[in-house]
């Protein structure tokens, strides 16, 4: 697949086969992963690969009541970071960045091979690091379900495209300016 045909068909899958995803192709993902560019190359992402039925169906109940869908999702990339060795600027710190690239080739990486994700931010990070053994000095910027769409959607799926506005994207004349804002 083209890395723009990747880029245009991904999109937030939210219900998943039962089909497990291989070892080999989650080590391939990750492998994607940290191929991303990080602030000084400190490469400060760390992830954790769950699929552990139990510990997903942890992961579901530890975040927003509407992302219950999770608990279906033959795996789970949960991704981490090291802020302190990451830096700075203009008070935005860099290891969000550094995570969420990482993320982000995972995604696509995904994408190519067939396999859906979808980015959850919103969980109880405590929680999330107590359940899978995650150190105090890291934070957890994102995770993602990952597996084989199935191909009827949820009625979860539905009412979440509903609130968010599906796929549908603002106009680039609404957001990108040219020589000036
Ligand atoms: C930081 C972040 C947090 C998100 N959190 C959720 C979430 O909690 N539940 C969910 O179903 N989708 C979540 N999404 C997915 C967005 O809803 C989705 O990307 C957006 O609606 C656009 O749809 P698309 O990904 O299909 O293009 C999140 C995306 C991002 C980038």
């Not at 083209?2 to 068909?9: L, V």
């Not at 990080?38 to 169906?57: H, L, P, Y």
């Not at 990486?109 to 959850?120: E, I, N, R, V």
């Amino acid at each position: 697949m083209e890395t723009i045909e990747a880029i245009r068909s991904r999109r937030s899958v939210r219900r998943y086969q039962e089909t497990p995803v291989s070892k080999e192709t989650i080590e391939s993902l990750l492998e994607a992963a940290i191929r991303a560019p990080s602030a000084v190359n400190r490469q400060c992402w760390r992830f954790v690969a769950v699929t552990d039925k139990e510990k997903i169906a942890g992961l579901a109940k530890l975040n927003m009541a509407f992302n219950g869908w999770l608990k279906d999702a033959p795996a789970v990339i949960v991704a981490c970071a090291d802020p302190k060795e990451s830096t700075d600027s203009n008070d935005l710190p860099y290891y969000m960045w550094d995570a969420a690239l990482a993320m982000h080739n995972l995604v696509l990486a995904a994408t190519d091979k067939g396999l859906g994700t979808c980015y959850l931010a919103a969980y109880k990070e405590d929680k999330v690091k107590e359940l899978l053994g995650i150190p105090d000095n890291i934070r957890v910027v994102c995770m993602t379900p990952l597996g084989y769409p199935a191909e009827k959607v949820s009625l979860g799926e539905k009412l979440t495209k509903a609130v968010t506005g599906s796929s549908k994207r603002k106009p680039l004349s609404e957001v990108a300016h040219w020589d000036k804002w």
